[in-house]
């Protein structure tokens, strides 16, 4: 495992971790702080956030993989 990995990946594999955790988070509070105050809105919002933090984590993937080969990282 340790003639494998390289101190390469463990950046990539922190890198991507916290923007993944920032990306689900921003989406996550930008739909919620625009929620309405009925159980059925609040059931609505959280479908929608996790919609749109599961697009933006695989828009984020994809952008972050074009830049680490760029960087060759």
């Not at 702080?33 to 828009?59: D, E, F, M, Y």
């Amino acid at each position: 495992l340790l003639s494998a990995l390289t101190l390469k990946h463990a950046v990539a594999g922190i890198v991507k971790g916290v923007v993944f955790g920032f990306v689900a988070a921003a989406a996550g509070c930008f739909r919620g702080l625009r929620s309405g105050a009925s159980p059925a809105a609040v059931g609505r919002t959280v479908r929608k956030a996790v919609v749109s933090a599961v697009v933006a984590v695989a828009l984020a993937d994809l952008v972050l993989t074009f830049v680490f080969k760029w960087v060759r990282l």
